[in-house]
């Protein structure tokens, strides 16, 4: 064999080789390309998701707030009210009169919670039935001797409604997670 040939037998074997090594490598390239590409996926499903989530306890939150603010509020209007029932003042027509207001903006967030979690709906119409007793009583009837008995009766289902939201938006845990953290 001559020079000239063993040069081209030589350079075709190193660029079979090169060619060989391109190829190997694309593939390899290509398996990692198609992994990331998975994985970025799976990242963007998972950053979704949690986006989902992170409405649906903000939707929930907000939801159970304005529950709690509706009933603390219409249980310190008749309250008030209480004192003025024997008068019939202007105040009193006041709320009178915006009452029906109140119960339309009531029923629309009990509504949402039915829609957000039924257990938590329950809790919140035992509180919405009581005001309706109390509300009756101060306004229908006007005969209502002390709050106390309202107050004892109102307390209770408020109480066990808030636990419930809190459970339910994972709040009781967290509270007692920190507070392990605390005492050590």
């Not at 390309?33 to 996926?41: A, G, Q, V, Y």
């Not at 039935?129 to 006007?142: C, D, L, N, Q, S």
């Amino acid at each position: 064999m001559d020079t000239t040939t063993v040069a081209l037998i030589a350079s075709g074997i190193g660029a079979a080789g090169a060619i060989a090594g391109q190829v190997v490598a694309a593939a390899f390239t290509g398996r990692r390309e198609s992994r990331r590409l998975t994985w970025e996926k799976e990242r963007a499903a998972e950053d979704r998701e949690h986006e989902r989530r992170k409405q649906f306890m903000d939707t929930k939150r907000a939801a159970y707030a304005r529950f709690v603010q509706l009933a603390l509020g219409r249980h310190d209007q008749l309250i008030a009210l209480w004192a003025e029932t024997h008068r019939r003042t202007e105040k009193f027509a006041k709320v009178e009169e915006e009452s029906d207001g109140w119960w339309r903006e009531v029923t629309e967030v009990l509504a949402e919670i039915s829609l957000l979690n039924p257990s938590i709906e329950q809790l919140c119409r035992s509180v919405y039935g009581r005001i309706a007793e109390w509300e009756y009583a101060v306004i229908e009837e006007g005969a209502v001797d002390d709050t106390s008995s309202f107050a004892d009766g109102f307390e209770g289902p408020l109480e066990a409604a808030q636990r419930g939201m809190r459970q339910d938006l994972g709040i009781e845990a967290v509270a007692a997670d920190r507070l392990e953290r605390i005492e050590r």
